[in-house]
């Protein structure tokens, strides 16, 4: 018994938990999450809103849905968009996720 006696003495005589290190775990577990999935979400959202800042007549993108397509006209929501000769529709800037290089889609 006294081996008991011992431990449950010694844990008496540690006193309480310093208050930081009961949190340092928590803080740990959110600054990895910070780099390794907020911080980089942010970055490519800033990139995505560049992009669609950007775009211009003549560009040749593809949306969100998969569909290809030349802007053919850029306003200020919206974009028209030529996907085929006679045929134009319109989409919302955000919607757009890529755009192409020059040459991509064969005009006829």
Do not use: C, W
């Not at 397509?69 to 200020?76: A, P, Q, Y």
């Not at 996907?83 to 290089?101: A, C, F, N, T």
């Amino acid at each position: 018994m006294s081996f008991f006696d011992n431990a449950i003495y010694a844990a008496s005589q540690q006193g309480a938990p310093d208050p930081f290190m009961s949190f340092l775990p928590i803080l740990v577990i959110f600054g990895v999450f910070y780099f390794l999935m907020i911080r980089p979400q942010m970055k490519q959202n800033k990139a995505h809103k560049q992009m669609v800042e950007a775009l211009s007549e003549g560009e040749e993108i593809i949306t969100n849905g998969g569909v290809l397509g030349k802007i053919s006209k850029v306003g200020e929501q919206f974009l028209t968009i030529k996907i085929s000769d006679g045929v134009e529709i319109k989409l919302q800037r955000h919607h757009v996720s890529k755009i192409l290089p020059k040459g991509t889609i064969k005009s006829s």
